[in-house]
């Protein structure tokens, strides 16, 4: 079986082809480099390096003729989002929707990476896949969009898919530059001896999945016939305080975070209730934050 990972050089992504490789699948990788590094790519996988928006990434497909592919390519800076609307909705809505017409016509199951941000502020939690969508973010919108879309599909060409949306994923090989690894961050400033910035009192809380247990549910959401929209979570709320204390204890620090005032627009509280997975994808994290905490601390230091 021939799998095409695009965005297979990411964080996210060279996990999943980790996992991947090693239950034995054809690997092709796409990625435009622009997040992702080479470094990251596994030397059993065949590489393209271009963009999902140019015209060559159609002769990819008439090429490799792939049984599934993982949509893990996007714009996920929810700043640049607000700054350059239309170049988020280019690469996360028209490039999710050149990818689905490919799917459609080489009759390709996809399995979209979503997020948490399509929910907005909860009203329940935790938050289930039947809570309500209402994005905060254009970052949010052009992750919700294309959901509609693969749904539509499903509906009208019978284009086979699942669709995961992430709770806060962390993990060996984030970007510690980027906005959303606030784990990666802080470790990147505490390793070098630095105080953590929290913006707010700390007391906000965020769900925090392992890596390498969402690339799991990807391979889970491949190999079962089951469409529909799971929460990938560890069904677990912690406090952005008690974060740094987990990180102080993995790296023997005893560093007090700096407090800024809370920036507009964060939500307070996010927990995803991940049991619609556990059903029906027989998917279940299998690291706890400390294990995975190590796992990413110990990848760090290397």
Not at 48 to 58: A, K, P
Not at 230 to 239: A, H, P, R
Request: charged share 25%; net charge neutral.
């Amino acid at each position: 079986m021939k799998v095409l990972v695009v965005g297979g050089a990411g964080f996210i992504g060279s996990h999943v082809v980790d996992a991947l490789v090693k239950k034995g699948y054809e690997i092709v990788v796409v990625d435009n480099l622009s997040s992702g590094k080479k470094d990251f790519l596994h030397p059993g996988a065949a590489f393209y390096s271009l963009n999902i928006l140019d015209e060559g990434f159609v002769t990819i497909f008439e090429k490799e003729r792939p049984d599934a592919v993982f949509h893990l390519a996007a714009q996920i800076n929810v700043q640049k989002s607000i700054e350059n609307s239309r170049l988020d909705a280019e690469v996360n809505i028209l490039g999710t929707l050149k990818i689905l017409e490919l799917c459609k016509k080489h009759d390709c199951k996809l399995i979209y990476s979503s997020s948490a941000a399509v929910y907005g502020n909860p009203v329940y939690l935790p938050v289930d896949e039947r809570h309500p969508v209402k994005p905060l973010s254009n970052y949010g919108i052009s992750k919700y969009t294309p959901e509609m879309y693969i749904s539509l599909y499903s509906q009208q060409y019978d284009v086979d898919y699942t669709i995961l949306r992430y709770a806060n994923v962390y993990g060996p090989r984030q970007d510690a530059e980027g906005e959303g690894g606030v784990v990666s961050i802080f470790m990147k400033k505490m390793i070098n001896n630095e105080p953590p910035i929290i913006f707010g009192n700390g007391e906000q809380t965020r769900d925090f999945i392992y890596v390498e247990d969402v690339a799991a549910a990807n391979i889970a959401a491949m190999e079962k016939d089951c469409r529909g929209v799971f929460n990938i979570s560890s069904n677990q709320e912690m406090t952005i305080n008690s974060l740094v204390d987990e990180i102080n204890s993995s790296l023997k620090t005893k560093l007090a975070p700096i407090h800024k005032k809370f920036r507009a627009g964060d939500i307070l509280h996010s927990c995803l209730n991940n049991l619609l997975a556990q059903n029906k994808l027989g998917w279940e994290p299998r690291f706890s934050f400390k294990e995975g905490l190590k796992k990413t601390v110990d990848s760090y230091r290397q």
